[in-house]
Nanobody
Framework: QAQLVESGGGLVQAGGSLRLSCAASGSISSIDLMGWYRQAPGKQRELVATITSLGSTNYADSVKGRFTVSRDNAKNTAYLQMNSLTPEDTAVYYC????????????????WGQGTRVTVSS
């Protein structure tokens, strides 16, 4: 089994920055794609950014140029640096990872974290 734990959320004023972390732990062989998603009140969960194990990234149009996703494979951790935040970025941010467990390294399992809340005040 594996677990994802997000941290770094909080309350910030518009124009400010936050850095989210997602630490994976457990019986992990390796992690393929890692991603950040968010869900605002009354809205569906949406993709924010993804990063492959080799560092290739993909971003939602709404965050391009403001958010940066990165990862440390040795620590099984992903990060989301969020700059120039606006009230529209207010949401619960979730980490997602395709984890290859030691017990079955040929078939990745999809895991979600519990989420971390980001609130941006105007």
């Amino acid at each position: 089994q594996a677990q994802l734990v997000e941290s770094g959320g909080g309350l910030v004023q518009a124009g400010g920055s936050l850095r989210l972390s997602c630490a994976a732990s457990g019986s992990i062989s390796s992690i393929d794609l890692m991603g950040w998603y968010r869900q605002a009140p009354g809205k569906q969960r949406e993709l924010v950014a993804t990063i492959t194990s080799l560092g290739s990234t993909n971003y939602a149009d709404s965050v391009k140029g403001r958010f940066t996703v990165s990862r440390d494979n040795a620590k099984n951790t992903a990060y989301l640096q969020m700059n120039s935040l606006t009230p529209e970025d207010t949401a619960v941010y979730y980490c997602n990872a395709a984890v290859r467990l030691l017990s079955r390294p040929h078939s990745p399992w999809n895991y979600w974290g519990q989420g971390t809340r980001v609130t941006v005040s105007s």
